[in-house]
């Protein structure tokens, strides 16, 4: 299909965009090309998957919508097989997250699950077939409403050099935003040095960030690097800087302000030139009232504040992160094609305290444990008799609470009749 366009020369317009639809609703079709018809695009509707396939192999499409329940998944599979450049998003029935996981295994790159507002659709028609659709950067997932916020912030704060604060619970994926951020911007050729202030005694993160000549202290038996140094032309990622002790916390303002570092032991002064990126899950705001951190750093740090939302409040996003781990975790002995129900009523249902890091954990685990090509709840992997141990053990502490109420009742009798 590709060798039969012609090339577009450049300063030339590209040629308009073409879009087909498919659903075997004609009703719902054409809704869809009414929908479309504010974009600056051709669009083409189908009925039938072989009419579909008629008009991809007569046509240049640059992306199709397709819907998962009619067409099934074999079609999406024929047309990734035969025409991997164009983008297939998927209609998707709500409430059925297993529908939109089986098609982005597929190869779809998005869903957009029934019913919609017409707003969402055209949003989505944008998004991929601008030549500018927003890309997640740094191998970060999801396309919620709060996490594309999130990326459009990343692309407002790579350009500029001023420090940026990122906050959120464990596991939001504070570190990655981090490197999304350094990617994006002009200093992603230079080194990315994260230091987590919270994982090392207060000594030791001193000289970890600033370095040190040689004899400085006992065992210091030549001089080193601090990770300022290290990060010259690059970004310093001060994780958990809520952590860091209050004497450490000036002589990194005095750093910040300086923009140059001296090494424990030493006078002479060496300039680096580093952007800062902190995170904390802490509420730095509170930690100054309490006195924990210092508020000209607090000043000096945040300029600009970003927070990551927690999975519970864009669980949308727990079916491309599902297949992403899947990918990401897949190995030679297990290829999972299907998600038992289970699995996604339980993800779907749960509230995920320790966010992204936990579910990746949950898929990473239920790949180890199960067997065959399907996904299973971890529950339903455990052999039956650490099942049947589990009820069990549930079945008693139910009894024991039972037996409380039951005490409980007797005694208000007990007072009632007194
Ligand atoms: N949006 C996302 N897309 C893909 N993977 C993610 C996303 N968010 C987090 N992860 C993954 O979850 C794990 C935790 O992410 P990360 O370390 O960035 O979280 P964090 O907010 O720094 O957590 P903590 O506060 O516990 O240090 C990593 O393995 C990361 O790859
Ligand atoms: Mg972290």
Request: with cysteine; proline share 6%.
């Amino acid at each position: 299909m590709g060798a039969s366009q012609p090339p577009i020369a450049p300063g030339v317009n590209p040629r308009r965009r073409t879009v087909l639809i498919i659903d075997d609703e004609a009703t719902f079709l054409d809704l869809c090309r009414e929908s479309a018809s504010t974009s600056d695009c051709d669009v083409r509707t189908a009925i039938t998957a072989a009419e579909a396939l008629h008009i991809i192999d007569r046509r240049y499409v640059d992306l199709i919508f397709a819907s998962a329940a009619v067409c099934g998944l074999q079609l999406i599979r024929i047309i990734q097989e035969n025409h991997p450049g164009i983008k297939l998003v998927a209609f998707t029935v709500q409430g059925v997250p297993e529908m939109a996981a089986h098609a982005l295994h597929e190869g779809a790159i998005d869903f957009i699950e029934r019913p919609f507002a017409v707003g969402d659709f055209q949003e989505k028609l944008k998004q991929w077939l601008g030549p500018d659709s927003p890309c997640s950067p740094s191998g970060l997932v999801g396309r919620s409403q709060s996490m594309q916020k999130i990326y459009n912030l990343i692309q407002t704060v790579a350009d500029r050099e001023f420090p940026v604060v990122i906050l959120g619970e464990t596991g939001t994926g504070k570190e990655l935003v981090a490197q999304a951020i350094h990617l994006s911007g002009p200093r992603k050729d230079g080194p990315f040095m994260p230091v987590d202030c919270s994982a090392l005694p207060p000594t030791l993160v001193e000289s970890e960030l600033f370095g040190y000549v040689r004899g400085a202290f006992t065992g210091a038996e030549q001089d080193r690097k601090g990770l300022f140094e290290a990060a010259h032309r690059g970004s310093l990622f001060l994780d958990e800087i809520g952590e860091m002790p209050t004497d450490l916390q000036s002589r990194l303002l005095r750093v910040i302000q300086e923009g140059e570092v001296r090494r424990i032991g030493s006078n002479k002064a060496v300039p680096v030139d580093v952007r800062i990126i902190a995170a904390t899950h802490r509420d730095l705001n509170q930690a100054v009232t309490e006195g924990s951190f210092r508020m000209d750093l607090y000043y000096r740090l945040n300029v600009f504040q970003m927070v990551l939302p927690p999975l519970r409040q864009r669980k949308s996003d727990i079916p491309l992160l599902v297949a992403a781990f899947l990918k990401k975790h897949a190995n030679e002995i297990r290829r999972i094609t299907h998600v038992s129900p289970k699995f996604w009523t339980r993800a779907m249902a749960y509230d995920w305290p320790g966010n992204v890091r936990e579910l990746e954990n949950m898929v990473e685990r239920s790949l180890a444990l199960g067997s065959g090509t399907v996904l299973t709840d971890e529950e339903e992997s455990l052999p039956q008799e650490v099942q049947a141990g589990r009820s069990q053990r549930l079945a008693t502490e139910r009894l024991g609470v039972l037996e409380k109420q039951t005490i409980l009742k007797a005694t208000q009798r007990a007072r009632d009749s007194s």
